[in-house]
Structures are given as structure tokens and as C-alpha cells.
């Protein structure tokens, strides 16, 4: 059987796309992993500090969806390494790389819930001031045009197909 060669504006097949672009994830993937995890560990520590029973009710469940929102993106986040380990040698790179891209881009959305809900808890805390939502709102709308309004931009802007 003669392997055909997909044109990506490379002059690369399929499987050497595929490889490229495995490469490419997971370096990206060890970044956000990284942030996840260390913000994860930390949320983990919380609930064993003084402070932690005189906080109000709502903190309480902001921090508890604040947990489950870390646990959620470090699954996600991690998911692409347990996918490649577990597919590797199967001849399906193309798919697992679009599997782990997905997987990493809700890892992603989940870290920025995450990060919100965790900021939200800390200037609650913090200053108990009325700025707190505009103050979280604020940092969200920066975190949006940094991870996804600026990509997509760049993305229409300068691509041809």
C-alpha cells in the first residue's frame, strides 16, 4: 500500500502532521498543566486552615465549585498524556491528537473557570468590598482576549483555508 502524502503547506504527510503537531500539544499541555496543578494543590490546602470554618456559607460553596472546577481541569489537562500512553503504537495519531486538542481546550476553559471562581473567593475574603464582582469581571475579560480573542483574531486574519 502507497502512502499518500496530505499537502499542509508543509510538504508533510499525514503522520508526520500528526507527529509535528503531537509535539506541539504537549508542550503547550506542560504549561497549563503546571499552572493547574500548583493552583489545584493550593485550593486542596484550604479547607485546613483556620480561616476556613468562619468563612460564610456562599465562600464555603464557592470554594467547594472552586474544587471540583480544579479537579475537572487538571483531569482535562492531563487526559492528553493518559490518551497517548494508551493509544501509542496503534496507528491512530491523527485521531489522538484531535482527541487530546479537545480535551486540552476544555482543560482550558475549565482552568479559567477555575481561576475565576478562585479569584471571586479571594477578594471575598480579601475585602468584602462591592468592587469584588467588576474587580473579577475585569481579570476575566482580560483572560478572554489573551486566551481566546486574540488567537481566534489572529486565526481568520491570517489563515488562507
Known amino acids: ?36 496543578q500548583i493552583l489545584f494543590g493550593f485550593l486542596l490546602t484550604v479547607v485546613f486552615q483556620q480561616k476556613y470554618a468562619s468563612l460564610e456559607h456562599t465562600d464555603k460553596t464557592i470554594y467547594i465549585v ?24 496503534r496507528k491512530v495519531k491523527p485521531q489522538a491528537v484531535e482527541w487530546a486538542s479537545r480535551m ?27 468592587a469584588v464582582p467588576w474587580i473579577v469581571a475585569c481579570v476575566v475579560a482580560w483572560y478572554a482576549v489573551c486566551w481566546y480573542v486574540i488567537p481566534l483574531w489572529t486565526r481568520r486574519r491570517h489563515t488562507t483555508s
Open 1 to 36: 500500500m502507497v502512502e499518500t502524502q496530505t499537502r499542509t503547506g508543509r510538504d508533510e504527510t499525514q503522520e508526520e502532521r500528526a507527529d509535528r503537531m503531537w509535539v506541539e500539544l504537549i508542550q503547550e499541555v506542560r504549561v497549563a498543566q503546571t499552572g493547574v
Open 66 to 89: 472552586t474544587v471540583v472546577l480544579g479537579a475537572a481541569a487538571t483531569g482535562a489537562l492531563i487526559g492528553p498524556v493518559s490518551l497517548h500512553r494508551l493509544v501509542s503504537g
Open 104 to 130: 486540552t481546550f476544555v482543560g482550558l476553559l475549565l482552568l479559567l473557570a477555575t481561576m475565576t471562581s478562585s479569584l471571586l473567593l479571594v477578594l471575598r475574603v480579601a475585602t468584602h468590598d462591592g
